[in-house]
């Protein structure tokens, strides 16, 4: 500017220029908003910026008060939708009432069991049943509903089946993970008097976890089945190309199931409760995912289910069906490739059979697994779908080829 110009301003000019800086409020608004265990959002609005959790934004950063207001709204939607409601076990105040017979576990849980056959005080041979995803105990009619009266008698045959934790009048086992699982079924054993050996048969997700016991309690079996097994596409030791080929065998839903359970399984109860996408076939009740077999058997199994489907949900999905999928489809420490053959000395045999058909569990893995383990006596039925341990004779196979 040249010297001795005189530069004019304005008085509404000089007082903007001369006003002292107005002071923040010492007022704040903080949202805690916790979407799932990992996830923690906090906000701090403030006049002028807001705070994330990661220090302060400049104060050129303004929020208008309706876009805080729409955001706090839509976290405080997601916190609930997100979070699951709390289980209610069965005996509390709030809770269904116990009904069946039940054992306490060493750490103070209880599992609900049914027998079936004869009295385990004379039976040659005992069985523990592993019941499927978003199923119970009752559901051991499976494999009891066609099996022989004599093959039972003759053969000295005992079943116990249980309800898995958090399904029908099992405690919920917060906690639950791959290894509990197979520690359960050994506590049952023990605490029913089974004896120091017992057999194993799984159906379905309850398949999947005769793989645990045969990691973790290989000494306490005298023989396992695994019938239509669920496969977890990261176990470790199986091929990317299998599991990858595998996975995309599924339907587009479940392949997002599955995938939302291994990697946010924080949002597993969203993902399976929204109606903005579909959720697993199974939950959603997909027909498209039954073959011509399952849909013949299931008309006649599901007319007798119909009689216990309250039962299997009645403490709360998450501690049962959403539990399941988080375990199912999680990390696992182990995978059937790092098994051993427990039974090296030919003193019991291993059993996995699956349905050439199925299309809920391809058949894919489960082919593979049986070429490299060959110790496993695999059996692949023509023509079968998931449900073939319902199918007339099938039973009776399945348990004579265990126990033989």
């Known amino acids: 500017m040249a010297a001795g110009t005189t530069r004019k301003i304005s008085a509404a000019s000089a007082r903007a220029h001369t006003r002292k800086p107005k002071p923040k409020s010492s007022s704040k608004v903080s949202v805690h908003a916790w979407i799932g265990p990992r996830i923690q959002m906090v906000m701090m609005i403030w006049n002028h910026g807001f705070d994330l959790g990661c220090g302060e934004i400049d104060e050129g ?102 309800d898995r934790p958090g399904y029908g009048e099992s405690d919920p086992h917060p906690t639950r993970t791959v290894k509990s699982l197979a520690f ?29 016991c045969l990691k973790y309690i290989p000494h306490r079996l005298a023989g396992a089945a695994l019938l239509a097994p669920v496969v977890n596409y990261w176990w470790p030791g199986i091929p990317s190309n299998m599991s990858t080929e595998a996975y995309n065998l599924q339907p587009a839903q ?32 997909n027909p498209n995912v039954l073959s011509q077999q399952d849909k013949e058997l299931t008309m006649k199994y599901f007319a007798v289910r119909k009689e216990y489907q ?42 996995l ?16 697994i049986a070429h490299q383990l060959p110790w496993i006596k695999y059996h692949e039925i023509s023509g079968a779908g998931h449900m073939f341990p319902a199918a007339d004779g099938m039973s009776d196979k399945i348990i004579q080829e265990l126990i033989s």
């Open 61 to 162: 950063w303004v929020v208008e008060e309706n876009t805080v207001g729409w955001l706090c709204g839509f976290l405080a939607w997601a916190y609930q939708a997100a979070r699951p409601p709390p289980p209610k076990t069965c005996g509390s105040a709030d809770g269904p009432p116990v009904t069946a017979s039940r054992v306490q576990l060493k750490d103070g849980r209880y599992l609900a069991y049914q027998e079936y056959g004869v009295a385990k005080d004379i039976a040659k041979h005992k069985i523990v049943f592993v019941h499927g995803f978003d199923s119970c105990r009752h559901d051991v009619a499976a494999l009891t509903a066609n099996l022989s009266p004599d093959i039972v008698e003759s053969k000295g045959i005992y079943i116990v089946s249980f």
């Open 184 to 212: 359960d079924i050994e506590d049952l054993a023990d605490q029913l008097g089974l004896g120091s050996k017992f057999y194993v048969v799984g159906f379905s997700m309850g398949g999947q976890i005769v793989w645990t």
């Open 254 to 285: 479940d392949q997002w199931a599955v995938r939302v359970a291994h990697y946010m399984p924080w949002l597993t109860y969203w993902w399976n409760t929204q109606k903005l996408f579909p959720a697993s076939s199974v939950i959603s009740h």
């Open 310 to 351: 309250a039962l299997i949900r009645q403490q709360g999905e998450y501690e049962s069906i959403h539990r399941d999928m988080m375990i199912g489809f999680g990390t696992w420490e182990f995978g059937p490739m790092d098994l051993k053959n427990p039974f090296s000395e030919s003193e019991g045999s291993v059993h």
């Open 353 to 368: 059979w699956h349905g050439e058909d199925d299309l809920l569990v391809p058949v894919t893995l489960q082919r593979y």
